[in-house]
């Protein structure tokens, strides 16, 4: 060969080896998610018939908008899983509806522009119906013929994925496929739901116990899945790009966890094989216990089921394979059993002990954690909003400590309007629902309208019985109806409903949903699509906020002015005014958490994480800042108030570390300020500098070439750009807002 020829393939397979590295592993990735959540009920729903868009997103939950995963970014969490069924969107060659990959693709950069990890993956296909050829749910089966049969389309689907990102960085990952089941619809192990037994013996030979178990079933099942795992890999690899090197989820036999001991419940663990011997491959399991029988379950029981999980995670997965876990779904077992049946409704403590224990053992292992699509569900996801504020809550603080204040939006934080849009006749909504019976609380219900539908057309309030049939009714003819369950025949009331019966759609406005309680007060609910009810639900732009939020940047500081808004400052940012002292910036009031802005009032913001903060809006009027030299506008517009305008900015060189006020223009002329910005003036007599930092020392610190942790793990060249981690290379870096050096 000729040797030039040979030194250039040489280079080239450096270059490329160097650049893979530049990757995270799957195990940094893993320990970098932290805590996650499932955008359930979106993208993985489903039905026969039904190919559109928008019709299969709204399903089950109305569209999902990018404040959703801000509001996400917000409280702490730092991945989100999207499952995606993909048959509907196919056609008969396999080709993927480019409508569907565009909207895939749009929801997966609003994860991304947040800073989180975001996992795609093949959900449904996989789906849970025994008769593998019913309506195309369910095509991928854990069955070697399965396997044969399929693989060509399985690749094909994954060819289009992979291709369609291949250019994105480490934060976006790939899994194969969802809970994948043998034609049994077995969980717990593969053969679980067969009729045939086999007997379990003592040490003296007695038998004692029969269970259910088919090896020709079970190991076909265990292959598919391997071979599964393997196309997967091997056809994202080929599709070049960051495709690569991207780290990659393979899923266990039905994803399951090995939490119970039992002869073959660890069989899913010992069976699963590593597609491929790199250090960009991650596994999954779901788990969802049980933490109530005829009683509540103790947490020792609860915590040796986990302890024991752990353990089978660490010996077949980490010791045998050196790869991470992730648990992409879990809660409790009834997590989706509906609205005032699940452990959430029934036994919240003990649920919340079980959600302490379980997450803080999974941060312990370094196992990320994406909780099963509760926390903002329905019509709360439109607003933006956690339904679920207290769980969302507890999940964070599990994880990043007791002291931590997630930066939490709740329903409270809204003053609400919903519009419902009834598809067509005898389309309906939930109003309410308690599987106890609402009227052992409750004497009424009461619907609030923006406007009254028309005298002839037929809307109603409607009672419904505990077999899910229609009861006793109230015609809804004015803004303001109330429907008395005392006048309701049936008992126990399960749910109240809002039905069209006219031809038809129908399109109203709610504007309040209130469950009055015996005594006369109120609790206000939020209405609900429902399964088959052919409607939707969407917050309205009259559906206003109590707050307002402010994003801090990655360098830690931003600047913030509301006119005619007092604004409570959130946990872990501090708001300063300024005034100036010859040629440095004097400090004239800070403002710590719960301390209130007052409204026209500039700060300064600056926290130790770049993030986006909820400022509650507060009737608090709050301590001025005199002598503040911070100005600001609620539109964008020129700049007044004095002689000399700066500007928040970093130096001509974007040093990371230059942070502080710049002549905007030449003279520090006036220019056009941001919305909400705030910006220095002075007059002519004290602008004494073209510039006031807020770092004015600059001064440079030597560490070590080792593996150092920082504080927010961000890392900087010189000239501002960000890396992905520590940097091995010798050379002047910044790092929490300090000039390091690596020797």
């Known amino acids: 060969m000729n040797k030039r020829i040979f ?21 940094e990735a893993v320990k970098n998610m932290k805590v996650g959540w499932n955008l359930g009920n979106t993208f993985d729903s489903h039905k026969i018939g039904v190919t559109g868009v928008t019709e299969t997103e709204t399903l089950r939950e109305p569209i999902t908008k990018p404040e959703l995963m801000e509001m996400m970014k917000m409280a702490g969490f730092n991945a989100i899983r999207v499952p995606v069924t993909w048959y509907p969107h196919l056609d008969a060659s396999g080709n993927i509806d480019p409508a569907w990959m565009n909207r895939i693709q749009e929801v997966v950069d609003y994860v991304i522009n947040q800073g989180m990890y975001c996992i795609i993956n093949v959900h449904h296909d996989t789906g849970h119906k025994k008769n593998e050829n019913d309506g195309n749910k369910g095509w991928l089966r854990a069955k070697r013929e399965n396997y044969l049969k399929n693989k060509e389309l399985f ?54 116990a029969q269970i259910p178990y088919d090896a020709d079933v079970a190991q076909s099942a265990y292959d598919a899945v391997n071979a599964y795992a393997k196309s997967f890999v091997e056809t994202v690899r080929a599709t070049g790009g960051n495709n690569a090197h991207r780290n990659l989820i393979v899923s266990t036999y039905a994803a399951a966890d090995a939490r119970s001991q039992g002869t073959y419940n660890k069989e899913p663990f010992v069976k699963m094989q590593k597609p491929e011997d790199s250090n960009h491959i991650a596994f999954e399991i779901h788990t969802y216990p049980p933490i109530v029988d005829d009683t509540l379950r103790s947490m020792e029981y609860i915590a040796r089921q986990i302890d024991y999980m752990v353990s089978n995670i660490d010996t077949f997965f980490v010791q045998r394979y050196n790869a991470p876990v992730i648990i992409g779904e879990w809660g409790t077992s009834n997590v989706d059993a509906g609205s005032g049946k699940t452990d959430y409704d029934l036994h919240r403590e003990h649920m919340f002990n079980f959600v302490d224990y379980f997450v803080q053992k999974m941060k312990e292992n370094d196992i990320a954690t994406f909780y099963w699509m509760g926390l903002s569900d329905k019509t709360n996801r439109s607003l933006p909003a956690f339904n679920q504020a207290d769980l969302a809550e507890r999940i964070l603080k599990a994880y990043y400590g007791e002291d931590y204040e997630p930066n939490l939006i709740s329903q409270n934080d809204y003053h609400k309007e919903y519009q419902v849009n009834f598809a067509k006749q005898y389309a309906e909504i939930n109003l309410a629902e308690d599987a106890n019976g609402l009227e052992t609380n409750y004497k009424a219900i009461r619907l609030v309208l923006a406007e009254a539908p028309a005298s002839n057309k037929e809307l109603r309030i409607r009672a419904i019985k505990p077999d899910n049939t229609h009861g006793d009714y ?41 469950l009055i309680k015996h005594d006369g007060s109120t609790a206000e609910v939020v209405p609900k699509t429902i399964s088959g009810g052919n409607s939707t639900i969407q917050a309205t732009t009259n559906s206003i906020p109590n707050y307002i939020k402010a994003k801090i940047s990655d360098l830690k500081y931003s600047t913030l002015y509301y006119g005619d808004k007092n604004l409570v400052v959130p946990p872990y940012v501090t708001a300063t005014a300024y005034s100036v002292d010859g040629k440095k910036l004097q400090v004239v009031k800070t403002y710590e958490s719960k301390d209130v802005i007052p409204a026209g009032t500039g700060v300064v913001l600056t926290s130790e994480n770049g993030n986006t903060y909820k400022f509650s809006i507060s009737d608090e009027i709050g301590e001025p800042a005199t002598g503040n030299m911070l100005r600001g506008s609620d539109e964008a517009q020129t700049t007044t108030g004095g002689d000399r305008y700066y500007m928040l900015s970093l130096n001509a060189a974007s040093d990371p570390t230059s942070v502080g006020f710049y002549y905007a223009r030449a003279n520090g002329a006036a220019f056009t300020n941001g919305a909400h910005k705030a910006y220095l003036a002075l007059p002519a007599a004290q602008a004494k500098a073209f510039s006031y930092l807020f770092n004015e020392t600059n001064g440079i610190s030597t560490i070590p070439n080792d593996k150092t942790e920082t504080a927010n793990g961000f890392w900087y060249t010189i000239d501002g750009k960000r890396l992905n981690g520590q940097p091995t290379k010798k050379g002047v870096y910044i790092v929490d807002g300090k000039k390091v050096v690596i020797r």
């Open 474 to 514: 109230n015609y809804v003819r004015s803004t303001d109806e109330i429907l008395n369950f005392s006048t309701v025949s049936q008992s126990p009331i399960n749910k109240i409903n809002l039905k069209w019966r006219s031809d038809g759609s129908l399109t109203i406005n709610i504007k309040h949903v209130y």
């Open 155 to 208: 690749e094909i689907i994954w060819q289009q994925i992979a291709t369609e990102f291949k250019d994105y960085n480490h934060l976006l990952l790939f899994e194969g496929y969802n809970e994948m089941l043998d034609t049994l619809g077995s969980f717990n192990y593969a053969s679980y739901e067969t009729d045939k037994r086999i007997d379990i013996t003592n040490e003296q030979g007695d038998v004692v």
């Open 7 to 27: 030194t250039i393939i040489c280079l080239l397979a450096t270059f490329i080896t160097l650049h893979a590295q530049e990757f995270e592993t799957a195990t």
